[in-house]
């Protein structure tokens, strides 16, 4: 990247940061995350026991399955205006005349974004950690680690797809739209809800779970209950077949590398979309 170039994303980057510091959706995000981390202290999470775990533990658990829940379709809904809306405002109109490259403003955007949305979640999970200390709770660093691995690549995925479904879409509504049916696709395979329907017309066990494994959501939760159900009793027989294919800790890898792929080949995508689509 030139210098020029590099100028050009660092000040879109910049741009796309203070835009998002005003922006509501910020501010509801912020407060709902921060909000989750403030109610389950209050309502005394740290204090009860669930399966063995205790403190800390028991309240990163609840908190990566209610971020399942809300980040996706968060992210979703929010970043799919992004391109949209930036060509319904006429935006650029002005891109056009000025000095800044496709590519820098494509991924000064993208980035931009991505800072912006995963930050408070992040954040959320840090002050939990650091409060546990103030009151000497025990903090299981390697759960917090992995967990924020497991949001940031989560974040990263659902962030390129929803950068490709809003450069694909000619309106905001048009777009909304298709993240929202992409969301309940990807419902569609949560939990293996249709693998009972494949089993029953005698596909092999093996080819079914990989299929429900290549659903970001589906690989996700599978990690996230792999920290504190190793055996993944909770799945049945489909945790013979996941940890026959990669092992405890070969899954655990693929979960962070799948949606983090799946989110750069659909940011890749996109741009090559951008680039080559009508701006006007």
């Avoid at 994303?9 to 407060?31: C, D, G, I, K, Y």
Wanted: proline letters at 4%; aromatic letters at 14%; a neutral charge.
């Amino acid at each position: 990247m030139s210098t020029t170039k590099s100028s050009d994303f660092w000040a879109t980057l910049h741009l796309e940061v203070n835009t998002s510091l005003r922006a509501r959706w910020f501010a509801v995000h912020t407060l709902v995350f921060g909000g989750i981390v403030a109610l389950l202290f209050l309502f005394g999470l740290t204090e009860s026991r669930v399966l063995g775990f205790i403190g800390l533990s028991r309240l990163l658990v609840t908190y990566i399955q209610l971020a399942m829940a809300i980040l996706p379709i968060f992210v979703l809904i929010t970043t799919v205006r992004s391109v949209a809306g930036d060509r319904e405002a006429g935006v650029f109109e002005y891109l056009l005349a000025l000095p800044v490259s496709l590519s820098a403003w494509f991924w000064g955007k993208f980035l931009g974004r991505y800072l912006m949305v995963f930050a408070p979640v992040f954040l959320a999970m840090l002050g939990a950690s650091l409060w546990a200390l103030i009151r000497d709770i025990p903090v299981p660093w390697g759960m917090f680690g992995y967990y924020t691995a497991l949001l940031a690549a989560m974040t990263w995925c659902f962030l390129g797809i929803a950068m490709l479904i809003s450069t694909l879409a000619r309106s905001t509504d048009v777009a909304q739209g298709a993240a929202f049916l992409t969301w309940l696709v990807l419902l569609l395979f949560l939990d293996l809800i249709l693998l009972g329907v494949m089993i029953q017309e005698h596909v092999p066990a093996e080819v079914a779970v990989a299929i429900a494994l290549f659903n970001p959501l589906q690989s996700f939760r599978t990690a996230a209950l792999m920290l504190f159900d190793p055996q993944l009793i909770v799945l049945g027989p489909s945790a013979y077949v996941i940890f026959d294919l990669f092992g405890a800790l070969g899954y655990q890898v693929f979960a962070l590398a799948w949606p983090t792929l799946i989110g750069t080949l659909c940011a890749v995508w996109g741009y090559r979309m951008f680039r080559k689509g009508d701006l006007l």
